[in-house]
């Protein structure tokens, strides 16, 4: 059985040694989790109005998301299996895209081409990333494979949930990674549930990092709601991935508090008693009160940071608000260096259609995940 690493207790008492993180690294820390619980709030609330389309919060893993993504270096890549935004915006992705992809609009550097919550970023070497489970973890060890034959120095951060250690490319992608040794960090954010079915219905296992033993490389569970301990777990991962020791894969475990999307009913499927047993673990709340009680943070801190965090959201929220629709030429750009004539006949039939009829308007069905 893999034990689980723990650094702080939900009463914020350290358990064990901590990180050596200065002060304002930790506030830092801290923050970023705020911000990513309060752009959540924001986002629900435009779904719920029907100002966009669709979310997937990340309410009660903001301490695996964050925790885990500080380690990873400029350099590093992150490869996301759903809720990670919040640590693409830590490593660079400007909010504005952020809320421009949730929208589609003319600002949306995906040009409409993913639904919504599907972000990507450059500059901080965040791919795209697809719905369908697993996918990204082969793709996440092909683009490691590359690195370590390159001889660059840079460690391939691959995200998955519960759900994806049932997928072909867990299994693929974990065996291939252990054989060519490359350097990836896997990061299971154990969050309860797959959708409706329970972490206990995919593994006998007493921890999703037993399964590291098959695959020829360390696994470790920790507490994904202590935060200082998701960096500690991850750091010493990319570390060894760095020095060309090959992957580890790190199991978070943790609860999502809200449902799989905005589109999900989890009270069909699970217990009220289990969301409040795991609400009395708010990994934010766990580092509010281990900063509080050595004076890092003072009495109103968490307060007027989330009144802060919320005015630049709301600016930003305004501002692609009232942003155009992205055009419609876009639906035939970028695939070819010149359009060939059966998509620009294509193109033009339909904008004739919209000629006619005007602009699509959103529908009123429901979304089926």
Not at 341 to 367: I, K
Request: hydrophobic share 40%; proline share 4%; glycine share 8%.
């Amino acid at each position: 059985m893999t034990a689980s690493l723990q650094i702080l207790a939900q009463d914020g008492k350290p358990v064990r040694s901590v990180p050596e993180l200065a002060p304002e690294r930790m506030v830092e820390l801290f923050e970023h989790m705020l911000h990513v619980r309060c752009v959540d709030q924001r986002m629900l609330k435009l779904q719920r109005a029907g100002r966009i389309g669709f979310v997937g919060t990340a309410k009660g893993l903001e301490a695996s998301i964050i925790g885990s993504a500080a380690v990873l270096d400029h350099r590093d890549w992150l490869w996301s299996g759903l809720r990670e935004g919040g640590a693409a915006v830590m490593r660079g992705l400007p909010l504005a895209e952020y809320v421009a992809q949730m929208y589609c609009n003319s600002n949306d550097t995906a040009k409409g081409r993913q639904m919504c919550n599907h972000f990507q970023h450059k500059g901080s070497n965040y791919p795209s990333w697809s719905s369908v489970i697993g996918t990204q973890i082969p793709h996440g060890v092909g683009a490691a494979f590359a690195t370590k034959r390159r001889g660059e120095d840079a460690v391939h951060g691959i995200y998955f949930g519960d759900g994806a250690t049932s997928s072909n490319g867990f299994h693929s992608g974990m065996n291939f990674a252990a054989v060519w040794k490359v350097p990836a960090v896997f990061v299971c954010v154990d969050n309860g549930w797959a959708i409706s079915v329970s972490s206990s219905a995919q593994t006998c296992a007493e921890s999703y990092a037993d399964k590291a033993v098959a695959y020829g490389m360390p696994g470790v569970s920790v507490d994904g709601n202590d935060v200082l301990a998701c960096y500690e777990a991850t750091r010493s991962a990319a570390e060894r991935a760095r020095a060309g020791d090959g992957p580890t894969l790190v199991v978070l475990k943790t609860y999502r508090m809200l449902g799989h999307s905005s589109s999900d009913d989890p009270t069909r499927y699970r217990d009220d008693e289990e969301v409040e047993s795991w609400a009395k673990r708010d990994p934010i709340l766990r580092l509010e009160r281990y900063l509080t009680d050595r004076g890092v943070l003072q009495k109103g801190a968490r307060e007027a940071t989330e009144k802060r965090l919320y005015a630049e959201i709301d600016a930003v929220v305004h501002e692609q608000e009232a942003a155009p629709r992205m055009a419609l030429r876009t639906l035939v750009e970028d695939v070819y260096a010149e359009t060939p004539r059966h998509l620009r006949e294509q193109y033009n039939a339909f904008h004739a259609v919209v000629e006619r009829r005007g602009e699509a308007e959103p529908g009123d069905g429901a979304f089926p995940l």
